[in-house]
């Protein structure tokens, strides 16, 4: 079945730990993105990637590092910059970067809590 | 600048009735797209629903539509028949055609009662 997974689930980190959120698709989708959710709030864009090697900073990339060195996979690296990282994970991806309706698909989310 | 609102934080419905959750939105383009995702307790995010800004018909995608007024910037969703299933948060969010960053609202949260 084709889609996208998020790992880990849940994840717990130490305050001044950097920590790794994995994404892969098997969509064959050009496009991936990442987003953050907070207790009542709507999705922020962290970055995406519409292409291999290329990747572009969202509305709130302050403290986060990503790559994009397969098609397949965008993982987000959250640093201990960022200063309120407890938050919930969402990536995502379409098609293709650019184009007339561009859903896109969520992959389950990873849970992310500062101790 | 895209900005979604959505006024209604939580929704009560009775299974088997109609319920239409209130989406307006701000951009100055001329070619956007407005989308529809639903949130499970379990977190994904579900594509429900998709109106570009040329389309003359409303949406519709089984029992949900969506009820575009561009002249109001308006994109309400109307779920038909309500189940208990569908008790989730709701999300509007819009898109500038060839550009990818799709723009949330706060969402609402629907509850269907039995």
């Known amino acids: 079945d084709g889609g996208i997974t998020q790992s880990p689930k849940y994840l717990f980190r130490k305050e001044g730990q950097n920590v790794t959120l994995s994404c892969e698709q098997n969509?064959?989708?050009?496009?991936m993105y990442w987003y953050r959710q907070d207790p009542g709030q709507g999705l922020r864009l962290i970055y995406y990637?519409?292409?291999?090697?290329?990747?572009q900073k969202g509305d709130i990339a302050e403290g986060y590092s990503v790559s994009r060195e397969k098609k397949e996979s965008f993982p987000l690296t959250v640093t201990s910059a960022q200063k309120n990282p407890t938050a919930f994970y969402l990536c995502?991806?379409?098609?293709?970067?650019?184009?007339?309706?561009?859903?896109?698909?969520f992959g389950p989310g990873t849970r992310l809590t500062v101790l | 600048a895209q900005k979604i609102t959505q006024t209604q934080p939580g929704m009560f419905v009775q299974e088997k009735e109609a319920v239409t959750l209130d989406c307006t939105y701000d951009?100055?383009?001329?070619?956007?797209?407005l989308f529809w995702y639903k949130q499970p307790s379990s977190g994904e995010m579900i594509f429900l629903i998709y109106?570009?800004?040329?389309?003359?018909q409303n949406a519709t995608e089984g029992r949900y539509s969506l009820n575009f007024q561009k002249a109001r910037k308006s994109a309400n969703l109307v779920i038909s028949a309500s189940q208990l299933g569908d008790s989730a948060m709701y999300f509007c969010?819009?898109?500038?055609?060839?550009?990818?960053?799709?723009?949330f609202g706060t969402g609402t949260r629907l509850l269907v009662s039995p």
């Open positions: 995502a991806s379409s098609i293709d970067g650019g184009g007339d309706r561009g859903e896109q698909f």
């Open positions: 969509l064959n989708h050009d496009a």
């Open positions: 990637s519409q292409i291999v090697n290329d990747f």
């Open positions: 951009t100055s383009d001329q070619s956007y797209g």
């Open positions: 109106q570009g800004s040329y389309d003359e």
């Open positions: 969010a819009s898109m500038n055609t060839g550009f990818q960053k799709l723009v």
